[in-house]
Structure formats: structure tokens, C-alpha cells
């Protein structure tokens, strides 16, 4: 029983050393997160919270402290690239779209 305990003890502590990057709603989006700060060599753990006013459940992102700066510039950086890539997806659709149209006028 003792060494329960003292494993139970030990993750709290790591638990307790890391802080927040980022809360997210979807565990795939976490995951994805995680992977991706741990290719850049950011240790990071997920820690499911309790439910929030909201009424949904959150899955915090965690770094140690002296990770935290360049794991927020590691996710904006994905986010960023993300956002563009939709963009461009986007722009796209809309002009196969556009083309669609005046074919039809022909």
C-alpha cells in the first residue's frame, strides 16, 4: 500500500510542476497539441478538468514553466499555419465555384 502512495505522490508532483499552455474541448485537438510540442522537444502532458461554467468539459495542455513561452510561440505558429491553409482552401472552393457559374452561361 505504501507504494501507492508515493507513486500516487509522484505524479501529482509532476502534475503540480507543469502549467497551462492551452485549454481545448476536443481530445484530438490535444493530442495533436501534445505531439506537437513534444516534436519540438516540449516535454507536455494533457489533464482532463473538471467541467467548467460552460457546461463542457476542458482538456488542459501542460508544459513546465520554462517551456511555456515557447510552447505558446510553438502552437500560435501551428495556428497560424493552420488558419492559412484554410484560408487557401477556401479561396479555392469559392473560385471553382465562381467558374462553375459561367460555364453554366455558356
Known amino acids: 500500500m505504501a507504494k501507492r502512495s508515493k507513486k500516487k505522490h509522484k505524479s501529482q508532483v509532476k502534475v503540480k510542476d507543469f502549467v497551462v499552455v492551452t485549454f481545448v474541448e476536443d481530445l484530438e485537438q490535444a493530442r495533436d497539441y501534445e505531439t506537437l510540442l513534444k516534436t519540438n522537444d516540449i516535454p507536455a502532458i494533457l489533464n482532463e478538468q473538471d467541467e467548467q461554467p460552460t457546461g463542457v468539459k476542458a ?3 501542460m508544459v513546465p514553466e520554462d517551456f511555456l513561452d515557447e ?3 510553438v502552437i ?8 492559412f491553409y484554410d484560408f487557401a482552401l477556401e479561396d479555392e472552393e469559392e473560385e471553382d465555384f465562381d467558374a462553375d457559374l459561367f460555364e453554366d452561361d455558356l
Open 59 to 61: 482538456i488542459a495542455v
Open 71 to 73: 510552447a505558446h510561440v
Open 76 to 83: 500560435e505558429s501551428q495556428d497560424a499555419y493552420d488558419d
